[in-house]
């Protein structure tokens, strides 16, 4: 399977880079007001993964559509959202939204706490829980 990174960082696709596991590796602004799908990426990509993308705040629908056009009908969409303090997903309104009008199907969710790396190769786990959801 042919597999294609992005990211808007380009320090971490250097990094994905020499791990030499990718296809493709390509600068990508999602959620941005100016980012556009470019058409050949339209619809190509039977699994959307967004591992990190939403654990900062400021996002808005426009980052799931983003995620929705290049992922081909049938396919998957899998992301990673931070909770906020009384344990909700931020996000909930837009994901509801894309739901009820048929953009996506909830398939399914796992919570758990986020592992943080500390220095060198030790690393602990917080007390901040994550939400990993498909669609």
Known sequence: ?????????????????DKDC?????????????TVIPEEMKNKFPFVSAAS?????????KIFMNLIECCQIGGFIVFATKLDLHQRNQYEPEIKH???NGYWQFTSEHSFYRY????GKFGNFSTKKVKV???
């Open 1 to 17: 399977m042919k597999t294609t990174g992005m990211d808007c960082s380009n320090s971490l696709l250097e990094i994905a880079k």
């Open 22 to 34: 990718y296809h493709h590796l390509e600068r990508k602004v999602f959620g941005h007001k100016d």
């Open 53 to 61: 993308i939403l654990n900062n705040d400021g996002y808005d629908l």
């Open 98 to 100: 894309l739901e009820q």
């Open 116 to 119: 943080d790396k500390l220095c």
């Open 133 to 135: 959801l498909c669609y």
